[in-house]
């Protein structure tokens, strides 16, 4: 899978095990970049790469059915963005519907083009007749970018709690065009 963006080359292919460091590093400095004023501080500086990298090849090991993880390579072969995506977890939702549970890229990339990439790679690979997607509901700059890919709120909301604080989220969709 190649996917070229328009300022900055990228590889977009399956991730493999020996990204999880790198996918764990990126995905707890995404949280800190983007949930900064959002998830409590403390939360945020509490959140650790290495532990996060211990659970996530747990779940790599043994890989729940129908979940494909894509990274973003850049061109001197870093990982720049992550994406995971499968079968819709909520339980309201019509039968067969697919989920984004996750899609960062590095920050200092942000607006490069890596999150584009991932999302056309997603977009492409989805065998699903829609995708939701849950976003934190402060979280503007996700919300345009989701909005710009066609994506829009679909009603859902929830508040789960982040350090005991209700960080409330809205789900959106998008159906396949």
């Known amino acids: 899978?190649?996917?070229?963006?328009?300022?900055?080359?990228?590889?977009?292919?399956?991730?493999?095990?020996?990204?999880?460091?790198?996918?764990?590093?990126?995905?707890?400095?995404?949280?800190?970049?983007?949930?900064?004023?959002l998830l409590p501080r403390s939360y945020l500086d509490g959140l650790d790469a290495a532990a996060d990298a211990a659970e996530r090849r747990e779940r790599f090991a043994a890989p729940a059915p129908g979940v494909t993880q894509l990274v973003a390579e850049s061109a001197d072969g870093t990982v720049a963005g992550w994406a995971c995506f499968g079968p819709a977890r909520d339980e309201d939702l019509p039968?067969?519907?697919?989920?984004?549970?996750?899609?960062?890229?590095?920050?200092?990339?942000?607006?490069?083009?890596?999150?584009?990439?991932?999302?056309?790679?997603?977009?492409g690979l989805s065998p699903y007749p829609g995708m939701r997607l849950w976003v934190v509901e402060g979280n503007d700059r996700a919300r345009r970018f989701y909005e710009r890919a066609g994506f829009g709120p679909d009603g859902?909301?929830?508040?789960?709690?982040?350090?005991?604080?209700?960080?409330?989220?809205?789900?959106?969709?998008?159906?396949?065009?």
């Open 1 to 37: 899978m190649t996917t070229a963006s328009r300022e900055t080359p990228l590889v977009v292919r399956e991730m493999t095990a020996s990204d999880v460091d790198a996918v764990s590093a990126l995905r707890i400095a995404g949280w800190r970049y983007a949930y900064a004023g």
């Open 95 to 123: 039968p067969g519907e697919g989920e984004l549970y996750a899609l960062y890229a590095r920050p200092d990339l942000i607006g490069s083009g890596v999150g584009r990439a991932l999302m056309d790679q997603v977009l």
């Open 156 to 177: 859902g909301t929830c508040a789960d709690p982040v350090a005991d604080v209700p960080v409330p989220e809205v789900r959106y969709h998008r159906a396949r065009p």
